[in-house]
């Protein structure tokens, strides 16, 4: 059995994930995305782009799990909800896809994003199963699945202020603060190993 590689909360940050997916594909192609591409840093547009690339590679395998970011994004570009996206951290994101915002912003914004970033934000998956391990952006997502609870399972959405990832016996916690905490990190873990690696520092 190959590794899966589960990798945390992105957040816009081109360069970081560039470097943990360099990383784990040395271990493994199996690579799950837990969410949050969007916001705070400033290559959201970037970070999707280069998922979408990542994704039609004939030898990698990925898995995309939405977060909240991600959806409070599609809500904006389907629904016209801005302000909530606003409040998200969203400048940063429709910065990255407007060069001069301004008048109509939510016009501009469904203008400017590709159909193919819509297509991407709309197939992502709400978690996933696979080699006795689940994977979920929030922990909520367990318990509305009722998931076994012998399961190991893998979180991303809660940022780990020391900036390492939690894991103990039952579950995993991997969103170590890359873009949304100063000096923040984007992890990796590996499945079933438990090992984990880290990109350099950000800068939120």
Known sequence: MKELAFIGDIHGCLGELEEIVTEARRRTPR???LGDYVNRGQKSR??????????????????????NHDQAFLDTIVY?????????????TIASYVDAPRGDLLSQVRHAVPRDHVD?????IPSMMNDGVF????????????VDPSVFRIYGHSPQ???VPTINATEAFIDTGCGTIVDGRLTCMFWPSLDWVQSTPCVA
């Open 31 to 33: 690579l799950v995305f």
């Open 46 to 67: 970037e970070v999707i782009e280069y998922l979408i690339r990542l994704s039609r590679l004939s030898e990698v395998s990925c898995n995309f799990i939405f977060g």
């Open 80 to 92: 016209g909800r801005i302000d909530r996206f606003l409040r998200m951290g969203g400048a940063a």
């Open 120 to 124: 991407f934000l709309q197939a992502l």
């Open 135 to 146: 994977a979920a952006h929030d922990r909520a997502v367990q318990h509305k699945l009722e």
């Open 161 to 163: 202020r020391d900036l």
